[in-house]
T-cell receptor, first 114, second 115 residues
Framework: RKEVEQDPGPFNVPEGATVAFNCTYS??????FFWYRQDCRKEPKLLMS?????NEDGRFTAQLNRASQYISLLIRDSKLSDSATYLC???WGTGGTSYGKLTFGQGTILTVHP | NAGVTQTPKFRILKIGQSMTLQCTQD?????MYWYRQDPGMGLKLIYY???????DKGEVPNGYNVSRSTTEDFPLRLELAAPSQTSVYFC??????????????FGDGTRLSIL
């Protein structure tokens, strides 16, 4: 089983649609959770951290279910500029030299069309 | 503000050649990382460093070496290039003092082809 597994996609949605991405992780000791965005042939950039209580940033909502080891990202009112690959990222480091060792999912490609 | 700078951006190597991928950051981050990303895949950690003089292996270290003589620089060395090392290489850094929620800042990447 992969340490971090995402919906394979790709997702093709019209502008204005709501789209949800799912992610599961295998290490129950995981400490921190993130969604990164990666544009074509570019570097990954942090989209948002994911907190246990769930969190929202504009049109983006992230949820975490520690019991099920499941993370989600919801994008409302999709824009053309949302087209990118979305990477689910987990940090299971408990401190010391393991801190900051991120494990990336394979990414889910989103294409928003007019 | 330059952030994380990688050089070169593109390189083609012949099998058996060696090269060093350069990475430098100007944010005074102690933690630095090297990843590779194969087509359609997520990033895999090659090596990382928590400070000058300290390095450790990540998930896929075979065929690579690193050094960290200064806080700013974290070069990645390929000694005997193999076709399996064709990939996009990303360097990243972070400041652990801000807690676990701190993002990793990535360079633009180096696209390496081994022929």
């Amino acid at each position: 089983r992969k340490e971090v597994e995402q919906d394979p996609g790709p997702f093709n949605v019209p502008e204005g649609a709501t789209v949800a991405f799912n992610c599961t992780y295998s290490n129950s000791a995981s400490q921190s959770f993130f969604w990164y965005r990666q544009d074509c042939r570019k570097e990954p950039k942090l989209l948002m951290s994911v907190y246990s209580s769930g969190n929202e940033d504009g049109r983006f909502t992230a949820q975490l279910n520690r019991a099920s080891q499941y993370i989600s990202l919801l994008i409302r009112d999709s824009k053309l500029s949302d087209s990118a690959t979305y990477l689910c990222v987990v940090n299971w480091g408990t401190g010391g030299t393991s801190y900051g060792k991120l494990t990336f999912g394979q990414g889910t490609i989103l294409t928003v069309h007019p | 503000n330059a952030g994380v700078t990688q050089t070169p951006k593109f390189r083609i190597l012949k099998i058996g050649q060696s090269m060093t991928l350069q990475c430098t950051q100007d944010m005074n981050h102690n933690y630095m990382y090297w990843y590779r990303q194969d087509p359609g895949m997520g990033l895999k950690l090659i090596y990382y460093s928590v400070g000058a003089g300290i390095t450790d292996k990540g998930e896929v270290p075979n065929g690579y070496n690193v050094s960290r003589s200064t806080t700013e620089d974290f070069p990645l060395r390929l000694e005997l290039a193999a076709p399996s090392q064709t990939s996009v290489y990303f360097c990243a850094s972070t400041d652990p003092r801000g807690g676990r929620g701190q993002p990793q800042h990535f360079g633009d990447g180096t696209r390496l082809s081994i022929l």
